[in-house]
């Protein structure tokens, strides 16, 4: 049994670890890259083979049995609409259809089920929510999670591969004393950190920090739930992390709150202070389980636990969630072909 698959943004920061991951994770199918006009015709190649890129339109989607979208929110919005029509099943990255009723928003490990309700779009949550959530998860489980505050620390790739490559570009300049270029971000990244990711709304938040309260509350079933965040751009290259305070309903107890992180299967329990061993988005680039430590007795909430998660934001915060969806549908039967 052999998808075809369609990797819209194949090109970008995601999408190159989308091929990548589909094959190592063996996943049954035959990938179609698709970009804009300024990537057609060029090639990819990833694990010794090679595709050559071509560009979407709105003929891209016949044949293809799910796409995976990962290039905008207004690609999605134009886009994901055509290839439904085609049959063709969309798992969007984009933040586009995230809060629509119809549409599920999914992360395998917490409400792997509501994939098998979508009608043709399932959406693929935040990448700082997603990795968040690895640590909250497991000890609202416990506990009951009440409401939480949190700061991320976000790494330059959050904002796509040319945002990578800037940072790159002003650590290299800055040793040869160069000028320092500044495009994909507000401020200098280099040497500096910027509590600024995504547009500013009226109430002083920014649109990310509210995809950590929106996309909490629905991807938990948590219509009550309240979160306030801060969302800072740090000059890390992959993997964020976040510093969470959390109140729960019961008391909390941290012994407990360990055992239930560790036996998450989203998690990976590093949390072992005297060793020095804590979770560090060096250590979590290119790890499919997103590490939390830290975990103790919050001295401001009544019922609290403070925690740290860092966790590959290209992955579970993107790519690999989104072959995660795809995988639970296929091992279910619930991923048609043809
Ligand atoms: N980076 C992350 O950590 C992350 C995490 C979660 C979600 N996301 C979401 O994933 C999506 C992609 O992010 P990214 O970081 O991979 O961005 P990126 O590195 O900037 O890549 C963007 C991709 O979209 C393609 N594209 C742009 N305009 C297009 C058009 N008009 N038609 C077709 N393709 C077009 C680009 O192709 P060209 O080469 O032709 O320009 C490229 O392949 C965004 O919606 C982002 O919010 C990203």
């Given amino acids: 049994m052999a998808y075809r698959i369609g ?60 796409a995976i979208f990962s290039a905008g929110a207004s690609i999605s919005r134009d886009m994901a609409p055509i290839a ?46 997603a990795i968040a959530l690895m640590g909250l998860y497991p000890l609202h489980k416990e506990f009951g999670l009440v409401r939480f505050f949190a700061s991320t620390y976000q790494a330059a790739s959050g904002a796509g591969a040319l945002a990578m490559a800037e940072l790159e570009d002003q650590l290299r300049a800055w040793s040869k004393g160069e000028p320092l270029v500044v495009d994909k971000f507000a401020h200098q990244l280099a040497f500096n950190v910027i ?30 739930l309240r979160v306030s965040c801060t969302c800072v751009r740090v000059p890390v290259l992959r993997a964020h992390s976040i510093s969470i305070s959390a109140e729960f309903e019961r008391p909390v107890d941290v012994e407990r709150a360990r055992k239930a992180v560790a036996a998450f299967s989203g998690a990976e329990l590093v949390d072992d202070t005297a060793n020095k061993a804590y979770p560090m988005p060096l250590f979590f680039s290119g790890k499919e389980r997103c590490g939390v430590g830290r975990i103790r007795v919050d001295s401001a909430f009544e019922n609290g636990l403070s925690l740290w998660v860092s966790g590959d934001q290209l992955w579970k915060g993107a790519a690999l969630n989104a072959i995660q969806i795809a995988e639970y549908l296929h091992e279910r039967g619930a991923l048609k072909i043809g």
């Avoid at 015709?41 to 071509?54: A, D, F, H, R, Y």
């Avoid at 984009?94 to 979508?118: H, K, T």
């Avoid at 709304?201 to 920014?206: A, E, F, H, N």
């Fill in 195 to 224: 509590p600024h990711v995504d547009k500013f709304l009226d109430d002083g938040y920014t649109k990310e920090e509210m995809k950590m309260l929106h996309e909490g509350r629905k991807i938990m079933s948590l219509p009550g």
């Fill in 84 to 129: 439904v029509r085609e049959g063709c099943l969309v798992i969007d990255n984009s933040s586009y259809f995230r809060q629509d009723p119809e549409v599920p928003l999914v992360v395998p490990e917490i409400n792997g089920e509501a994939a098998l309700g979508s009608k043709g779009i399932i959406a693929n949550p935040n990448c700082s929510t």
């Fill in 7 to 66: 990797i819209l943004g194949a090109t970008g920061a995601v999408g190159q670890e989308l091929i990548s991951l589909l094959i190592d994770r063996n996943f049954p199918g035959e990938i179609v890259p698709l970009a804009s006009a300024r990537s057609a015709g060029k090639t990819i190649e990833c694990k010794g083979k090679t595709w050559t890129v071509q560009e979407a339109g709105a003929d891209s989607f016949k044949g293809l049995d799910f």
